[in-house]
C-alpha cells in the first residue's frame, strides 16, 4: 500500500507557472504507474497526465505542451510541471498511484487505488 500527499498548488495568474509534487510512502514507488487527475467544481475528475514505471509519459489534449509530468523514484516522488496557465486550468489537482507493468501508463479514474488528498490550483484572467 501507498500513500500519497500532494503540494505546490496556490494562485497564479493566466499565462504564469506552478509544479506540483506529489511524495509517495513506502519502498515499492517504482513499481506503481503515477498520473495526475483534476475535478473542476461540477464536473467530473478528468484525467491529466500520467507516467509509466518506466518514464512513458501520455497526456490529455487539453494539456499537451503546457504540462510536463515527471518521476524520481529516488525521491518517491511525482511532479507536475505546469505551463502558460488558462483560468481554465483551474481546478483541485490529484495524484494517483498504482501497480503496473514496467511500460503502462493508466488514463482511467477506475485504474487507480491509490489516492492523495488533492491541492488547489486556481489561474486567474
Known amino acids: 500500500q501507498v500513500q500519497l500527499v500532494e503540494s505546490g498548488g496556490g494562485l497564479v495568474q493566466a499565462g504564469g507557472s506552478l509544479r506540483l509534487s506529489c511524495a509517495a510512502s513506502?519502498?515499492?514507488?517504482?513499481?506503481?504507474?503515477m498520473g495526475w487527475f483534476r475535478q473542476a467544481p461540477g464536473k467530473e475528475r478528468e484525467f491529466v497526465a500520467g507516467i509509466s514505471r518506466i518514464g512513458t509519459r501520455t497526456y490529455s489534449n487539453s494539456v499537451r505542451g503546457r504540462f510536463t509530468i515527471s518521476r524520481d523514484n529516488a525521491k518517491n516522488t511525482v511532479y507536475l510541471q505546469m505551463n502558460s496557465l488558462k483560468p481554465e486550468d483551474t481546478a483541485v489537482y490529484y495524484c494517483a498511484g498504482d501497480l503496473a507493468n514496467f511500460n503502462v501508463v493508466l488514463t482511467g479514474v477506475d485504474e487507480y487505488d491509490y489516492w492523495g488528498q488533492g491541492t488547489q490550483v486556481t489561474v486567474s484572467s
Open positions: 513506502g519502498r515499492t514507488f517504482s513499481t506503481y504507474a
